[in-house]
């Protein structure tokens, strides 16, 4: 593995038109992991042409130095350590330290980080009215792109963008300050009183306590509930250039500040082919209500004419196993031991709509296994969290992957403001027509 992109390879490229062939060489680029590059960025200027991908599957956007996915062999990185023994092993603020830094903290490295990170946790006390203005009923994921958003507003110190420090702070408190507007989401759903945040409890403690406690009697935070929290976290910290991460990157290509940078990257996230994949499977399962139903489910997600599709199934990288699947199955199975949930007919429908999807020729020829979002939404449910705020919880851990893929963008010197081109299928030039020569 080197550490410089490599560009030794050319791809030879022939335009073909009437008749006439003209050919063009492209260089390739090799990453020190993963498929080579051919680097297009002259194609235009040399040959005329743009290049057609819709949906970015056979496009890279940027350089990074973050996360890997090897989507053929299940294989999730960040910064070069698998998904599975940073689960196991590290915890959340420490995985936010490595994707911010790029190593793992020192003892004292450590310390002062989640010190920091800690003592950023509460909010500007004017953002408590900020609040009054939403409807009780408004959807959390609402709350958050409108109050993130507004972050800006109070945090004017942190905005000059070219300033690394300015940079850091805002990123520290986007990190911080997320479960505590998540809580305050939830809270203000409920018609509770918002909770603020405690400095002696750990970062997912912290979370479960401000969305559980009220001011009225004692809480005590389950472990168990606050280490599965707290895998959850690391689970969902950042995964290359998705939807959301690639609308960070898109946003802040502008310039823009952070805060808004990042409720962009919320707005992108909330949608059901993304970040509220676990909402959907739940919501789902519910649907289906009974083993003997799956079937027809299945049936319905293979028909063509039908837009049903198996919620938190498929995936657009990992084509063999999501390796974040398999610790969530895993914490599902723990969070639902110690709960003492013995029978939970979803979980029981859950691994029965797996067992026959993955023996099905339809989703084994496509590819298409459990995703992440396939058993989270169990244990979020089962940890009492209500299915509205699943994408919230999926934001809070994104957070911190998006504030790095951010700073690593502002930080590349061939970062230029995106700007894709089209394939143009309209009307060609015409003349206006005046409103009384119109049929
Ligand atoms: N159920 C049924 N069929 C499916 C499913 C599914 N869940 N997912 C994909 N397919 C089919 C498609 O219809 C398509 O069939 P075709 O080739 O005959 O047209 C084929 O499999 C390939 O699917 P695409 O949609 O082209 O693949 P893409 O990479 O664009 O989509 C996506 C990936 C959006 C995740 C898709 O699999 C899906 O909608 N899954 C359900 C939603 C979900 O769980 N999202 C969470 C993603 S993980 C995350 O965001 C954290």
């Excluded at 070069?80 to 995985?95: K, Q, R, T």
């Excluded at 905005?159 to 990190?175: C, F, G, N, Q, T």
């Excluded at 250039?241 to 290509?253: D, F, I, P």
Aim: hydrophobic share 35%; glycine share 6%.
């Amino acid at each position: 593995m080197n550490d410089k992109p490599s560009t030794e390879k050319t791809a030879t490229y022939t335009l073909t038109d009437n008749g006439t062939g003209r050919t063009f060489e492209l260089p390739v680029i090799q990453g020190t992991c993963g498929p080579d590059v051919i680097d297009v960025r002259k194609l235009y200027a040399e040959t005329g042409c743009f290049t057609y991908d819709p949906g970015y599957t056979s496009t890279g956007s940027c350089e990074s130095k973050i996360t890997f996915i090897d989507g053929e062999e299940g294989i999730l990185l960040y910064r070069g350590y698998p998904i599975d023994e940073l689960a196991e092993n590290s915890d959340f603020l420490e995985v936010c330290y490595l994707l911010l830094y790029g190593e793992l903290p020192t003892l004292e490295q450590k310390q002062k980080f989640e010190h920091d990170i800690i003592y950023h946790t509460m909010l500007h006390e004017q953002i408590n009215y900020f609040f009054r203005g939403f409807r009780r009923d408004s959807h959390p994921m609402a709350v958050m792109c409108g109050v993130v958003g507004a972050l800006s507003a109070f945090y004017h110190d942190s905005l000059e963008i070219s300033d690394p420090k300015h940079r850091m702070v805002a990123s520290y408190r986007l990190i911080a300050k997320m479960p505590t507007i998540a809580a305050m989401a939830y809270k203000f759903s409920l018609g509770q009183p918002f909770v603020y945040p405690r400095n002696d409890l750990s970062y997912p403690e912290n979370f479960l306590y401000m969305m559980f406690s009220t001011p009225c009697e004692p809480y005590k935070v389950n472990p168990v509930l606050a280490r599965a929290m707290d895998r959850i976290l690391i689970l969902h910290a950042d995964h290359e250039q998705n939807a959301s991460t690639s609308t960070v990157r898109l946003a802040g290509s502008s310039g823009a500040n952070p805060f808004a940078c990042i409720a962009a990257g919320i707005a992108s996230l909330w949608g059901p082919a993304h970040g509220g994949a676990n909402e959907a499977v739940l919501n789902m399962l519910q649907e289906i209500g009974s083993r003997d139903r799956i079937p027809e489910y299945i049936k319905r997600a293979k028909d063509k004419d039908d837009p049903f599709r198996l919620m938190g199934f498929g995936h657009r990288v990992y084509k063999n196993f999501d390796p974040r699947a398999k610790v969530m199955e895993k914490t599902c199975h723990e969070v639902l031991d110690e709960l003492g949930v013995r029978d939970e007919p979803l979980l029981d429908l859950a691994i029965e709509l797996e067992r026959i999807a993955l023996e099905d020729d339809y989703f084994v020829q496509k590819k298409l296994y459990p995703n992440v979002d396939f058993y989270s939404g169990i244990i979020l449910r089962a940890m009492g969290i209500p299915t509205s705020m699943f994408t919230v919880l999926f934001a809070v851990a994104r957070t911190v992957g998006w504030v790095a893929q951010w700073n690593e963008m502002i930080e590349d010197p061939s970062q230029k403001i995106g700007r894709p081109r089209q394939l143009y299928i309209g009307h060609t030039k015409r003349r206006y027509k005046p409103l009384h020569k119109r049929d």
